[in-house]
């Protein structure tokens, strides 16, 4: 663990925004996130019939996807098609976060509603949290608007939005997150950030993100939760 208390960080905060892949499960655990990448790769190559440099050069799906607006609306929208039918298929394998659960548990208890803000689809964030149950202790989700790509995070359209159907000012949330850009988005939001470093090498890169704390394991937050409820 990094930076301030995350009690600390609790104490000043209503409302909790969880990203979804990583704090709340590992969504490519069965069906890698490289896989996917390529398989979009593969759609556009065959769409345009070639593979542009920036195409090739986006890391993830999502920036895959985000790449692929600079080739019109209708080459875009398949990739966003397919991307979704991808995420649907991964989280029927994705496995559970140690100590989501409990931290769950302890932001019900302490009163603090909990929002999922994920560049995932709705639909996959959905059936994920259906099946394992979880579903019920969530109060909203904001996922990626498939019509502007452009609002994933670090856009911190995500976080405003879902802050908004809250009814509490996203100063007065906390975003806990796995990647750079969700800091990015939560500090253009001016919310609390919390970084979950669930790979070696994510610690420091989630502190000079921007991050208030960076923790390994999310069952310490939930610990953290009751200290500072």
């Not at 009163?111 to 259906?130: G, M, Q, T, W």
């Not at 202790?137 to 159907?165: T, Y």
């Not at 610690?203 to 960076?214: K, M, R």
Request: glycine share 8%; proline share 6%.
């Amino acid at each position: 663990m990094t930076g301030e208390s995350p009690a600390s960080v609790f104490r000043r905060t209503q409302a909790v925004l969880l990203d979804f892949d990583g704090p709340v499960c590992s969504v490519f655990a069965g069906y890698p996130a490289s896989q996917i990448a390529e398989e979009l790769r593969a759609l556009i190559q065959d769409q345009l019939g070639e593979r542009p440099q920036v195409i090739t050069e986006a890391n993830g799906p999502h920036e895959v996807l985000a790449a692929s607006a600079g080739f019109g609306d209708d080459l875009w929208r398949r990739v966003e098609e397919a991307l979704q039918a991808a995420e649907i298929k991964a989280v029927e394998s994705a496995t559970a976060t140690p100590g989501v659960d409990a931290f769950l548990n302890a932001c019900d208890v302490s009163d603090r509603p909990v929002a999922i803000v994920s560049n995932n689809c709705e639909a996959s964030v959905r059936s994920y949290l259906h099946h394992s149950g979880l579903l019920p202790r969530i109060r909203h989700i904001e996922a990626r608007d498939p019509i502007h790509v452009d609002r994933m995070k670090p856009s911190p359209f995500l976080l405003e939005q879902a802050a908004g159907v809250l009814g509490i000012d996203p100063a007065r949330t906390v975003l806990i997150g796995d990647q750079a850009s969700d800091m990015t988005a939560a500090i253009a939001a001016g919310a609390g950030r919390i970084g979950y470093a669930n790979k070696p090498g994510k610690s420091s890169d989630l502190a000079a993100a921007g991050a208030d704390v960076v923790v390994e394991n999310m069952g310490l937050l939930a610990a953290a939760v009751t200290e500072a409820a």
